[in-house]
């Protein structure tokens, strides 16, 4: 079975989960295009990494989710999360030098599910949805609403679990 991204749900309020995240270690590429051309070509080179192509020959197994958010006007970053037994220093070097290795701090973030195909106009509008609900429930965003797609393209649409997510800052500490 897929190693699944760990995170702890602390509240559920107006449809969307307040979660912390541990830290976490991602693999990530910087694609040019739209939505759905970015996520596709981003796929390959995060395989081909886990697949064995970095400088230690070393394979390491799928994890999901799959994260996609924007980038800038034309570009999205496509990430790999991966297995909670990695942490930074132990993550084998990229052999493309499109890859990065992207230490991520524990976080809160506020998320929305949602099942169903994968199109740029169905994930903007969950998005959207999230930001609003994140405000009404007084949280404060931090960046970018970003996408998580747990399933394989080939797994029926109404059968795969989506999430829109966005960082909140943590009002109880005072930390982003």
């Known amino acids: 079975m897929t190693e699944q991204q760990p995170y702890t749900v602390l509240s559920t309020k107006d449809g969307i989960e307040l979660r912390h995240y541990p830290a976490y270690v991602l693999v990530q ?3 040019p295009g739209d939505f759905m051309l970015a996520g596709n070509r981003g796929f390959q080179p995060l395989v081909s990494y886990i697949s064995g192509n970095n400088a230690t020959g070393q394979k390491i197994a799928m994890t999901a989710p799959v994260i ?3 980038s800038g006007e034309a570009d999205h970053l496509v990430s790999f999360v991966m297995p909670a037994d990695f942490d930074f220093e132990s993550m084998p070097l990229p052999v493309s030098s499109r890859l990065k290795i992207v230490p991520v701090e524990a976080h809160l973030a506020a998320a929305i599910k949602f ?3 994968w199109n740029e106009q169905r994930f903007a509008l969950k998005g959207e949805e999230l930001l609003t609900a994140v405000k009404s429930v ?3 965003p931090i960046g970018s609403v ?3 797609r747990f399933d394989p393209p080939y797994k029926p649409a109404f059968l795969r679990r ?3 997510l966005i960082r909140v800052k943590d009002l109880e500490r005072g930390k982003k």
Do not use: I
């Open 29 to 31: 590429v910087r694609e």
């Open 146 to 148: 970003y996408w998580a």
């Open 68 to 70: 996609q958010e924007p």
């Open 138 to 140: 007084g949280l404060e």
């Open 162 to 164: 989506n999430e829109a």
């Open 115 to 117: 099942s169903g195909g």
